[in-house]
């Protein structure tokens, strides 16, 4: 499981940003822009408009000033004279707006001037034809001149109009013209910009919902590790802390404050704040290490005690690791463990180890005892018991002779039993070295051991193939002897002793309440006799020290045979089990590891 | 037989053992001439003196006071005029370490303490018209420990 995810969304994020920010700012521009040609556009057709209206009214003034003297010429009447005298006015003020209008054409202006010169003109003419049509200045032939003079100046002021007339229109329809051109290409170009940044701003969102998405994911994760660790410091009795070698602070977990005796976040942890705790016995190494820390950035297992909020001795174990994080400060990674009860156990441990070892000298020591010391007496006694038979046989009187027989029978039977004894306490204590030795070799040894009983009993032993095996070799010859011995001790009267051997390789998963699972083959070796066999329900008492079916006026015998046996198999991690048949005979199973 | 009496020399500081021994010797009716010594001190120091004639076989017994019959065999067998004595082990413990060192450290024979005092004279028998050359040798660790058919 990856445990950060990688988060590389932000700089593609970043980059989609800026284009869409880009992309709007450009559409924005380029509206900007769309609207001031708009404006202008309006503003220039005004412009026409405004003159046109203004030249009209310039030419329907002069009409007024026509038609008034007309009247007046007619009439005679000065009434009629009214508009005339105020059309200069008029068109005076029209002339001076148009002039205004036109300050940015030249030629419009040059035209200007030509109409204002014809205005002139024809005023001129209407001064004349009021002259000329007086009673008492009148004059017929000046009268028709300025008349007909007058109707031509008034065709070229109306020419001059539709002229200047068609100079705006043209720059109006100039202007249109770019405009349209301008404007034509933009909205299909801002409509797919705006779809561009739509699209890569939708990208952005589904991006940022999915980071979103495993942000909350990886979040939650973190947040179950962070509670499983806080959770595991508890259980574990460890804590965790953070010194950060640059900057001097230190981070405790909270149950970093528990171990110390402090509810979690009690109190700002320092530098030295953890050496207060220290156990003044402590505080000298202690201090020399947080300066190797310093020195050499690593913390090595240490071994100290603290004294807690309430006096309370702890023993702890502490280790640290330098890391150096992405910025490149210097931070000591560190656990804390309270190994109290560990360290009590340990001396707990240490002490019983002292009292086995004792135990075990002790037990030595009685090997000793047994092999000599207690031998030497016995023995002995059994020189004088056979120097009185032999010697004073004669001297002695019959119950004297009986007497000293049974001394002599018990005295043998403390012999057998101290020699038992011995070679079952050799059992355990005598050092154990495994050697890869060929069990028919071992097997031939013991009868060899045991060649003369056979030969009296008149035992056969039948035996298949033995593997070679690691085993203690003394430890197999003796178990095989004690095996073959207890079986022809048990013979069955009249018949022939006859010991069959045989072995398999079996799996230990086909034993399970026998054998130790962790190694997987065993061979199989069955000793199977003839003998008298014995009842089954003290199949596995007879494995016990001093055990025995049988009195011993019967059978002889210490109890002690089958349990050096049994411990002869266990020492070599192996298994041994009894059954029978009573008066049919004895299966002996013994398991060895492969 | 022998030209002159068999010189053997018993280490062992059991006053019944010497005299078992003792006994016996003259019950097997081989001319010998017995010496005793009581513990591995005397033991040393009579075989370190100038004056005595050595044994032909020395019997050694391994527990006793003072020092050991172990530490007396390591300390006969480190001096010139000793290394090449006949030494029979003669120890109640039939302890496999004890078997083990004593031959390791050089002794000839290794003789169990019987607890029957006809097997013991046969013991002695036997030890006494061993063929030596054979168990000088000091090669045979089976016919180390002394059996009796």
Not at chain 1, 460 to 475: A, D, F, G
Not at chain 1, 490 to 512: D, M, R
Not at chain 2, 101 to 109: C, E, K
């Amino acid at each position: 499981m990856k445990l950060i995810p990688n988060f590389n969304s932000p700089r593609a994020l970043r980059i989609i940003f800026a284009i869409s920010i880009f992309i709007l700012l450009f559409i924005s521009s380029v509206s900007y822009k769309h609207n001031r040609d708009m404006q202008n556009s309006s503003k220039s057709m005004m412009h026409t408009y405004e003159i046109n209206i203004q030249l009209e009214r310039l030419l329907s003034f002069v009409k007024d000033a026509e038609t008034g003297q007309r009247g007046y010429i007619i009439t005679q009447n000065s009434r009629f004279l009214a508009p005339y005298l105020f059309s200069r006015d008029k068109v005076n003020r029209s002339f001076i707006a148009l002039k205004k209008l036109m300050a940015d054409n030249p030629k419009q202006q040059k035209n200007l001037k030509n109409l204002f010169d014809l205005i002139i003109q024809r005023y001129t003419y209407l001064e004349g034809s009021l002259k000329y049509s007086n009673e008492k200045t009148y004059d017929k032939r000046k009268l028709d001149n300025c008349m007909f003079g007058g109707r031509i100046v008034m065709e070229n002021i109306r020419f001059q109009i539709d002229e200047m007339n068609d100079v705006e229109k043209d720059i109006l329809q100039k202007r249109q013209k770019i405009y349209q051109s301008e404007i034509s290409l933009t909205p299909l170009f801002s409509i797919s910009l705006f779809l561009v940044a739509l699209t890569l701003i939708l990208l952005s969102y589904r991006q940022i919902s999915n980071d979103i998405d495993r942000l909350r994911v990886s979040n939650k994760k973190l947040l179950i590790s962070t509670k499983l660790m806080a959770e595991s410091e508890v259980i574990g009795a460890f804590s965790t802390w953070q010194w950060d070698l640059d900057t001097n602070k230190m981070v405790y977990s909270d149950n970093q404050f528990r171990l110390l005796g402090y509810p979690p976040n009690a109190f700002v942890p320092e530098k030295d704040t953890f050496l207060n705790f220290v156990h003044p016995g402590d505080k000298r190494t202690f201090s020399n290490l947080m300066q190797g820390i310093i020195d050499n950035k690593q913390l090595p297992i240490i071994y100290y005690k603290v004294i807690r909020k309430n006096g309370e001795i702890r023993h702890f174990k502490s280790i640290g690791k330098l890391l150096i994080d992405e910025q490149g400060s210097k931070i000591i990674l560190g656990i804390t463990f309270d190994i109290t009860e560990e360290h009590f156990q340990n001396i707990a441990i240490y002490e019983r180890n002292k009292e086995l070892e004792k135990s075990n000298k002790e037990l030595a020591s009685f090997n000793h005892v047994a092999s000599h010391d207690l031998q030497e007496p016995l023995r002995k006694i059994q020189t004088f018991i056979s120097r009185i038979s032999d010697k004073d046989k004669d001297s002695l009187s019959e119950s004297g002779k009986e007497y000293i027989t049974k001394i002599g029978t018990s005295a043998k039977r403390m012999r057998i039993l101290i020699d038992d004894l011995l070679l079952f306490s050799r059992t355990n204590t005598t050092k154990k070295e495994f050697l890869k030795t060929n069990l028919n070799d071992l097997l031939k040894k013991a009868e060899q051991e045991l060649s003369e009983i056979l030969l009296e009993k008149d035992a056969t032993i039948t035996s298949e193939m033995l593997p070679k095996l690691k085993v203690i070799p003394y430890q197999i010859e003796q178990l095989f002897i004690n095996l073959i011995s207890n079986s022809l001790k048990y013979s069955q009267p009249n018949v022939l002793p006859e010991i069959t051997i045989s072995c398999t390789k079996v799996a230990a998963a086909a034993f399970p309440n026998l054998l130790e699972q962790s190694i997987k083959k065993y061979y199989k070796i069955t000793f199977t006799d003839n003998g008298m066999g014995f009842d089954p329900q003290f199949k596995e008492t007879i494995f016990v020290l001093f055990q025995r079916l049988h009195s011993k006026t019967e059978y002889p015998g210490t109890g002690i045979g089958l349990a050096i046996c049994k411990k002869i198999v266990e020492n070599h991690n192996g298994s041994i089990i009894a059954d029978s048949t009573p008066n049919k005979g004895s299966i002996f199973t013994i398991f060895l590891p492969e | 037989m022998q030209k002159s009496a068999l010189h053997i020399l018993l280490a062992d500081d059991d006053e019944d053992d010497r005299l078992f021994f003792k006994d016996a010797f003259e019950e097997v009716k081989i001319q010998t001439k017995v010496q005793f010594a009581h513990d591995g001190m005397e033991l040393m120091e009579h075989l370190m003196h100038p004056d005595t004639i050595l044994p032909d076989i020395l019997f050694l017994d391994l527990n006793m006071p003072k020092k050991t019959g172990k530490e007396c065999l390591i300390e006969i067998k480190k001096t010139d005029h000793l290394k090449h004595l006949i030494i029979a082990i003669y120890s109640t413990s039939s302890s496999e370490e004890d078997i083990e060192d004593t031959f390791i450290q050089g002794a000839n024979i290794y003789i169990k303490k019987p607890s029957n005092f006809n097997a013991l004279k046969k013991i002695i028998n036997e030890v006494v018209t061993l063929n030596w050359h054979y168990h000088t040798s000091g090669l045979n660790r089976d016919t180390f420990l002394l059996r009796l058919k």
